[in-house]
Each structure stands twice: as C-alpha cells, then as structure tokens.
C-alpha cells in the first residue's frame, strides 16, 4: 500500500503548525486576559506556559488516539515525535507576548499594565498569523483583509473584556 504523497504531508504539517501557531496566540492572550491582573507577573508567566503545555499535550494525546491508531496499532516513534513537532508552536506562540509581560513588569510597569503589553503582542502575533494562514490559502483583496481583521477584533475584544473585567467588576 502506498503512503501519503511527501507534498501533501508537508502542507498539512505547515497548516498544523499555523493552526497550532493561532491557537497559542488565543490561549496566551486568554489567560493574560483572565488572570493579568490577579497574579503576580512570575506566575502569570508560568500560568501561561503550564497551560499551553496541558492544552498541547492533550490535544496531542487526542489526536494520535483518535486519528491515528488504526487496526489495533499505536503510531510509531518518528510519527509520535513528527505532529508533536508540528503544533509545538501552540507553546511557542506564547514566549512573545510573554517576553513583553516581563520587560514591562521589569521596567517599573504594574502588573496590569505589564499583562496588557504582553496582551498586546499576542494580538499582534494571532493578526500575522492569521494574515500568513488567509495568505497560504491564497485569500486576496477583501478576503483577505477579512481574515485578517477578524482576529484583530478578537484580540481587541479580549483587551476590552479584560479591562472591563479588571475596571468595572472587580
């Protein structure tokens, strides 16, 4: 029996890799969002990093159980340590904004603001990359651009119901 074309294996690593990319962009900024400012910077940042590694780790287990064991066989080696490889940036998303949350804490910033910094640059990161996924499936002109404002509104929303959390409810 034949494998899967090289080409299409690639493409579909690179697609992991954007999605996983996307979805450590939204859990970091979730986190800074929920708990920026609730804990001290030190453990927020760990917070973030514990999370993305359960997220990572189950979604892993998931996805190897659930679309790759097949007639009683678990995945090889090299295939286990191929899709860990491949959505590892749902952890390496987060070391952006989380750099920004510890400079600005650093540099005499408050732990709200110093959330908010990092919060910024997870923003920024989830509009590249959901610009470079529009651009891979060869969005254009408005599509393009739609994609794209999409997840800056979300960021933008997240900012906002961290603020009106921390301002107005607490």
């Not at 929920?34 to 979604?59: D, H, N």
């Not at 910024?120 to 408005?142: C, D, I, K, Q, T």
């Not at 393009?144 to 509104?153: E, S, V």
Request: proline share 4%; with cysteine.
């Amino acid at each position: 029996m034949v494998g899967p074309h090289p080409e299409r294996i690639a493409v579909r690593t690179a697609g992991r890799r954007r999605a996983a990319g996307i979805y450590g962009a939204i859990v970091t900024a979730a986190i800074l969002t929920a708990a920026g400012g609730q804990l001290r910077t030190t453990a927020l940042a760990v917070a973030v990093l514990v999370t993305l590694l359960v997220y990572w780790s189950a979604e892993e287990y998931a996805e190897l159980l659930g679309e790759h064991v097949s007639n009683g066989r678990l995945p090889r080696l090299g295939q286990v340590v191929g899709e860990l490889r491949a959505t590892w940036p749902m952890v390496t998303a987060s070391y952006g904004p989380l750099a920004a949350l510890l400079l600005a804490r650093l540099a005499g910033a408050s732990p709200a603001a110093a959330a908010n910094a990092g919060l910024a640059v997870a923003v920024v990161l989830l509009v590249y990359h959901a610009w470079s996924a529009a651009r891979v499936a060869r969005l254009r002109g408005p599509a393009l651009i739609g994609a794209t404002c999409a997840a800056g509104l979300l960021g933008v929303v997240m900012i906002l119901m961290k603020n009106l959390v921390l301002l107005h409810l607490h």
